[in-house]
Nanobody
Framework: QVQLVESGGGLVQAGGSLRLSCAAS????????MGWFRQAPGKEREFVAS????????RYADFVKGRFTISRDNTKNTMYLQMNSLAPEDTAVYYC?????????????????WGQGTQVTVSS
């Protein structure tokens, strides 16, 4: 099973930007859809964005509102999430996941491999 490691989280002021990365090892993710989820304290894990195997099809949660962009580089076995105009309500642990199909899934059940998460904290 592929291993996923997130990086790029941190502390940022409201209105700032962060770029998360998800690096895969132990196998290729080039045939898998990929996704980002997040979980805030006391809340359930929620869908943020997903991308198909080629990068040609993307899905976003409504709260993203054009602020986030998901992308991938299959030559580097890596996926990214560019987050702009961050707000305090974006504070959460962000997880990357590999889908069980090549499509951009949106539900938790559509993903088989998960990273350990990276903390994103947005101060007001």
């Amino acid at each position: 099973q592929v291993q996923l490691v997130e990086s790029g989280g941190g502390l940022v002021q409201a209105g700032g930007s962060l770029r998360l990365s998800c690096a895969a090892s132990g196998g290729t993710i080039s045939n898998n859809g990929m996704g980002w989820f997040r979980q805030a304290p006391g809340k359930e894990r929620e869908f943020v964005a997903s991308i198909d195997w080629s990068g040609g099809s993307k899905r976003y949660a409504d709260f993203v509102k054009g602020r986030f962009t998901i992308s991938r580089d299959n030559t580097k076995n890596t996926m990214y999430l560019q987050m702009n105009s961050l707000a305090p309500e974006d504070t959460a642990v962000y997880y990357c996941a590999a889908a069980i199909t090549s499509a951009p899934r949106t539900s938790l059940s559509g993903f088989g491999s998960w990273g350990q998460g990276t903390q994103v904290t947005v101060s007001s």
